[in-house]
Nanobody
Framework: QVQLVESGGGLVQPGGSLRLSCAAS????????MGWYRQAQEKQRELVAT???????NYADSAKGRFTISRDNAKNTMYLQMNSLKPEDTAVYFC???????????????WGQGTQVTVSS
């Protein structure tokens, strides 16, 4: 059973940094596109950044210049380095991935449970 587990969230002061991780595990054949999304209170979930298996990245305008998405394909793990954090970055951050299963060779889209990021003084 596929699991996406996020870690690295927490409380940080404005201007600070955090590094989020997302580890995929459980019957995986291949991990394709991966991405980070976030959802602030009373707002819709929104894209933060995505990365293909080949390392091509895409960022929301709000993340450009401050956040860096990366991945380690050997570990089926994705990262989000967040610098110069602002209070408006406060949200639950979710990991998302397209994964082909080893047993069935079928691909599906999966979400992690989310990790809270709070930017506050």
């Amino acid at each position: 059973q596929v699991q996406l587990v996020e870690s690295g969230g927490g409380l940080v002061q404005p201007g600070g940094s955090l590094r989020l991780s997302c580890a995929a595990s459980g019957g995986i054949f291949t991990v394709y596109d991966m991405g980070w999304y976030r959802q602030a209170q009373e707002k819709q979930r929104e894209l933060v950044a995505t990365i293909t298996s080949g390392g091509i990245t895409n960022y929301a305008d709000s993340a450009k210049g401050r956040f860096t998405i990366s991945r380690d394909n050997a570990k089926n793990t994705m990262y989000l380095q967040m610098n110069s954090l602002k209070p408006e970055d406060t949200a639950v951050y979710f990991c998302n991935a397209d994964i082909r299963l080893r047993l069935t060779l079928r691909s599906s889209n999966y979400w992690g449970q989310g990790t809270q990021v709070t930017v506050s003084s």
